[in-house]
Every structure is written in structure tokens, then in C-alpha cells.
């Protein structure tokens, strides 16, 4: 996931200094990015059971972000991000 990797990776202070405008300077990317993200996030939240939502959000992050620095968990991170995109 681009978002997590690149956006809240280790250059996470360049876009932002909070979920919200990290995620304005995704949107930057254009609408087609963000529809993109939205359908990619919604996806992922279908997933009820906690730890499979960690496991399969672990992967795609790489080990270049941890929801529990912004003192979130996965889903809760998730629909953050998914809120500052309406």
C-alpha cells in the first residue's frame, strides 16, 4: 500500500504532521488515486477478524509504518485515513 510504504513511512514528516494532512498529500495524486484508495481501504475493513486485518495490513506495509505510532490500531488507522477522504 503506497499509502502506508511511502506517505507514513520514514519520510512521513515531509506530507504531514497528522493523519488528516498526511492524507491531503495523497490526495494530491489525483482523483483516481483517491477512488483507488477508498475501494482499497473499504476492501480491507471487510475483514472482521482482527488479527487477519493486522496480518494482511502488516504485509502490505513492509515494515515502514505501525499504526500504533499515531496511537491507532489497524482499523481504527483505516478509517481515519478513510474519513479524511470524504
Not at 488515486?33 to 502488516?58: C, F, P
Not at 499515531?70 to 477522504?85: I, K, M, N
Amino acid at each position: 500500500m503506497t499509502l502506508t510504504q511511502t506517505y507514513f513511512g520514514q519520510d512521513r514528516d515531509i506530507f504531514g504532521e497528522t493523519i488528516e494532512e498526511v492524507v491531503d498529500s495523497y490526495c494530491e495524486n489525483g482523483e483516481n488515486a483517491t477512488r483507488w484508495l477508498k475501494n482499497e481501504i473499504t476492501e480491507m475493513l471487510r475483514t472482521e477478524d482482527e488479527s487477519e486485518l493486522t496480518a494482511r495490513m502488516e504485509l502490505l506495509a513492509e515494515n515502514q509504518f505501525s499504526p500504533e505510532l499515531w496511537g491507532e490500531t489497524w482499523r481504527s488507522f483505516l478509517l481515519r485515513v478513510l474519513a479524511a477522504l470524504q
